[in-house]
């Protein structure tokens, strides 16, 4: 049964998922129809990190997958899924192309599977821009070196000319992070984007998404199978298993009494117990910004 804390106070959502249910059928007369959805409610608002955590299978990337209509070859969505009042589900495959990358953006878990290793960066951020944005090739370029400035990329313009087995995998991730960027999206899913990277690089993809999302006022969902990095950055966490949200509410709420026997068995599986105190993270973020 879930357990929900949940704020009403908070103003409209960026995007709002309800009753979202998806099934899938292999091909073959005999298939079973499977159910990996029940029911998924989950809203995304502007300025704000909503982060989805469970173990593999959960659900949770299936959920982001469903958003941006890029579910398997026999999967099918019912429930709602709207943005800016618009309802998803319903759109045809040419809306769906126009609304993926534009309007709603995603960040994949392994950059060098995300990004092209036969063209170059500045080639990848262009092309987006100018199929979306249809900018010209010179704007499109500039608004590429200041993204790429953005996300800490070291002489950006240097970086365009560059291909992406010439950087580490966390410059990978930043540029990675900047292309999901480059046409000014108001909702962006980040699919597992640290778990490729080391503790220290991983720490530093974090905070920059933090940023970003304050900055840009962007409705952001974190999907991780990671309470500690959800503790990080997370302004709100959804637990899900096996296709079903267990618990939500407020990171703090959440994270430090949980209600639900699993999301407790999340936490006490952390080595450590790897659990930032939100209260010691969000004094020491303040104190990062007056610096």
Request: with cysteine; proline share 4%.
């Amino acid at each position: 049964m879930m357990t929900t804390n949940v704020d009403t106070s908070r103003s409209a959502a960026g995007l709002e998922i309800s009753d979202l249910r998806v099934t899938f059928r292999a091909p073959g007369r005999r298939a079973v129809e499977r159910t990996l959805l029940h029911d998924v409610a989950l809203t995304l608002e502007p300025g704000k990190i909503s982060g989805v955590a469970g173990e593999s299978g959960s659900g949770k990337t299936m959920t982001g997958l469903a958003v941006l209509g890029l579910l398997p070859a026999g999967a099918r969505a019912t429930g709602s899924i709207r943005y800016d009042g618009r309802e998803l589900l319903q759109a045809d495959a040419r809306s769906m192309s126009r609304i993926r990358g534009r309007h709603v953006a995603m960040i994949f878990q392994d950059p060098s599977t995300s990004l092209h290793p036969m063209l170059r960066i500045g080639t990848q951020l262009t092309d987006h821009m100018r199929r979306h944005l249809g900018i010209g090739r010179k704007a499109a370029y500039e608004r590429a070196r200041e993204l790429l400035e953005m996300v800490s990329i070291d002489d950006a313009a240097g970086a365009l000319e560059k291909y992406p087995h010439q950087f580490s995998g966390g410059m990978r991730q930043r540029i990675a992070i900047a292309i999901a960027l480059a046409c000014d999206p108001r909702v962006v899913i980040a699919d597992e984007p640290t778990t490729a990277l080391d503790v220290t690089v991983q720490a530093g993809v974090l905070r920059l998404l933090r940023r970003l999302c304050d900055e840009l006022d962007v409705a952001m969902m974190l999907v991780t199978h990671d309470l500690g990095v959800m503790s990080a950055i997370a302004d709100d966490v959804t637990v899900m298993r096996r296709g079903e949200i267990v618990e939500s509410g407020p990171r703090f709420d959440v994270l430090t009494a949980p209600q639900h026997p699993y999301t407790r068995e999340l936490i006490a599986s952390l080595p450590g117990n790897r659990i930032a105190d939100p209260l010691e993270h969000d004094a020491a973020s303040a104190q990062e910004e007056d610096a």
